[in-house]
């Protein structure tokens, strides 16, 4: 009985400090709730906002992307893979893995950088693919 008894004590310590450790590592998948869906097929580039005494934007080649099929791009020649989730889209594998952007239209994706704020750089599907 006193076996028992040390072994439960144990296990309800271990689960009171698991309890909260699970809930905190759920959040950031909670952030990303929403249906999973795909991107329309094409290419999309990306450009920075310009300024008044100059061109209204500037490309930036090296993320523009192309979605080939369901959830896979190519980029500079290579493929991964991203995944949409609601409105924000992340490449989780191949050239562009780690990018987040979040879909602001069917058209328009805009950059979020590591802390989720909203970035400057705007990717827009320019060749839709049929």
């Given at each position: ?34 249906p999973i869906d795909t991107l329309p097929l094409g290419k999309y580039e990306c ?28 980029a500079g020649g290579e493929r991964g893979v991203y995944l949409l989730r609601g ?44």
């Amino acid at each position: 009985m006193d076996r028992t008894s040390c072994f439960t004590r144990a296990l309800r310590a271990a689960s009171s400090l698991a309890l909260p450790a699970l809930a905190l590592a759920a959040t950031p998948l909670m952030a990303q709730a929403g249906p999973i869906d795909t991107l329309p097929l094409g290419k999309y580039e990306c450009t920075l906002p310009g300024d008044a005494g100059g061109a209204a934007w500037h490309r930036i080649p090296g993320r523009d992307f192309t979605i080939l099929n369901a959830s896979s791009y190519e980029a500079g020649g290579e493929r991964g893979v991203y995944l949409l989730r609601g409105a924000q889209v992340t490449f989780t594998r191949g050239p562009l893995k780690g990018m987040m952007l979040e879909r602001s239209s069917q058209r328009i994706l805009r950059e979020r950088d590591e802390k989720g704020e909203l970035g400057p750089m705007r990717c827009v599907l320019t060749s839709p693919l049929r």
